[in-house]
């Protein structure tokens, strides 16, 4: 049984991860969220915290006796103190493992014109995850980063993976297959340790995503 804390649990790729999860009777799911009456429903399936993620005392409630922390946390105001709170709180609870949704273009490893457009369109949004990231990567906890390209609802999963360093020249994918490699994180914890993952579906290079 692996145990395991969804932060900002009521984002689009967190509620696709969730149904994995809470299809597998081998993960206890935790659920933390700003309003918890947006997940009454599933209380069923999950033990559900509320609180900030930039309060490092109320996540370290939902982290204790966790095996893993999955953090879909957002808005380029707060990711950097979030980044922080998760840190001290995991460190706190005594969790060791992290997987944490960042944003494309942190490295600056976006080339070509879909780069510019990617750093045009995210503008700050690529500096503050990318002090997250940071943050994260120094922590001394056993993380993995990933970085999705431009992301749509397709229903399928379709990905491949690039590491920090290569560039990455795909300009989309779908939210499940994000959700997907999340879960096969949460099943094999030991891969991608210490990794900064980039994520895309294959034949999607261009300018800028194709639905956009």
Known sequence: MVKVVVLGAHGQVAQIAERFLFADKDVETSLFLRNAKRMEDKKNQATIFEGSATDAAQLQKAMKGQDIVYANLGGKDDIDLEAEAVIEAMKNARVKRLIWISTLGIYDEVPGKFGEWNKETLGDYITEYAKAAKRVEESGLDYTIIRPTWMDNKDEVDYEKSKKGEPIKDTEVSRKSVAAYIYHLIKNP????????????PGTEGDKPGWY
Not at 190 to 201: C, H, N, P, Q, R
């Open 190 to 201: 030991k891969e991608d340790v210490g990794e900064s993952i980039g994520l895309g579906k």
